[in-house]
């Protein structure tokens, strides 16, 4: 069965949403993410997004945005902001979906600047809601593509907080659950491992190597015991992909 990589993608950060989560989708590949998962293994997930939308299924029309009518059509609930993010303040918030243009061995997320805060390189758009998701979400996930100016030792600004500087710092600076679990990239698939929690390699994609995601990635990057290969997508989740990406414009 022929899949793209895009399409792998969606289909990996789908499968870490669990059954009767309740999941802020962030951006992009995440709302596609969100759909796969609902329409087949995890059937009773609730879906969050950050313009005031919650919905129980996947829209019925191809989203660009998260506020296109289509999302806003058939939901459980269309209010603002403030109540969305709400829910996660009060802990009620199981996973987190967020992108960012670097990441390094902790899982720390720079969306803000490249080159320095006094004279950068490039300013990025900053956060929006994804400080929020990092710090408060009992589970952040993250998907970018695999980089090695993107997966970096260390962030030069950190938008939205992974582990910080590993072991206990998180816990140190006041954030008492959550942090990252799981980085979905083209290459591959890092998780957080041991006491320092540093992102290890838990899979490499078909057609990829260790070596080669390794190459791609601005520190030393271990594997975890027992790393494998992705498991390719099946059959019921393409078909679920397809379904709410009509048109192919995300896959």
């Not at 720390?108 to 979400?137: C, F, H, Q």
Request: with cysteine; charged share 20%.
């Amino acid at each position: 069965m022929s899949f793209s990589t895009q399409e792998l993608m969606i289909v990996a950060a789908a499968r870490e949403i669990r059954d009767r989560e309740l999941v802020f989708v962030g951006m992009r590949l995440p709302i596609m993410a969100f759909g796969v998962a609902r329409l087949s293994h995890a059937p009773r997930a609730v879906g969050l997004f950050e313009c005031g939308v919650v919905r129980y299924a996947p829209a019925d029309g191809t989203l660009h945005t998260m506020a296109d009518p289509p999302n806003q059509l058939g939901a459980a609930w269309t209010t603002g902001t403030v109540q969305v993010m709400g829910l996660m303040q009060g802990g009620r918030v199981d996973a987190g979906f967020i992108g960012g243009a670097e990441i390094d061995r902790y899982g720390n997320l720079n969306t803000s600047y490249i080159g320095g805060i006094e004279r950068p390189k490039v300013k990025l758009p900053g956060s929006g809601g994804a400080a929020d998701i990092a710090a408060m979400a009992k589970r952040l996930l993250v998907i970018m593509n695999h980089e090695k100016h993107r997966f970096v030792e260390r962030v030069g600004f950190v938008t939205s907080p992974g582990w910080l500087a590993g072991g206990e710092a998180r816990r140190r600076a006041g954030l008492a659950q959550g942090g990252p679990a799981a980085v979905i990239t083209d290459r591959a698939v890092l998780r957080p491992h041991g006491p320092d929690h540093e992102l290890h390699l838990a899979s490499v994609h078909p057609g990829q190597t260790i070596d080669g995601v390794r190459a791609a990635t601005g520190w030393d990057l271990k594997c975890l015991p027992g790393a494998g290969e992705t498991p390719a997508p099946g059959e019921r989740e393409l078909a679920a992909l397809h379904t709410i990406d009509k048109d192919g414009f995300w896959r």
